[in-house]
């Protein structure tokens, strides 16, 4: 179905882009992690705009457009809550806390480290509250 295919190709996409953000090659990661974005909101797939606004954000952060990457992580976290996906809301709320951090933001950082390991304890997810305690302290 021409659904499937663009989910398949925005799965492509991704796969891609993370190859390039994990070589250091944010302009292409960032052009291949938006067009699968791009193809997960026609789809209207919830789940895939959560993790490419996150994954985008990830790469903003890392080039130094803190907004941009504000503005994904927040998107993301929105989605995520509405999907109740425990898991990729303590993902989240860490990267929001160690962002809010790299800004000088403490109380906001505070706040995304505490929500993340509250989010990560009750489904025991060690990983998660161990990048919300790294980042708290």
Do not use: W
């Amino acid at each position: 179905t021409e659904l499937g295919d663009r989910r398949g190709q925005a799965l492509s996409l991704s796969g891609i882009a993370n190859a390039y953000f994990e070589l250091g090659d944010y302009a292409r990661a960032d052009e291949n992690y938006t067009r699968a974005l791009t193809l997960y909101e026609e789809t209207g797939d919830k789940s895939g705009i959560a993790a490419m606004s996150h994954n985008l954000a990830n790469s903003k952060r890392r080039t130094g457009d803190k907004l941009a990457a504000l503005a994904g992580y927040e998107r993301s976290l929105a989605l995520r809550r509405e999907l109740g996906s425990g898991l990729q809301q303590s993902n989240t709320l860490a990267a929001l806390c160690q962002l809010h951090l790299d800004e000088g933001r403490l109380e906001a950082a505070r706040k995304a480290g505490e929500e993340a390991r509250a989010v990560a304890e009750p489904i025991r997810y060690a990983l998660g509250e161990g990048a919300a305690l790294h980042c708290l302290s």
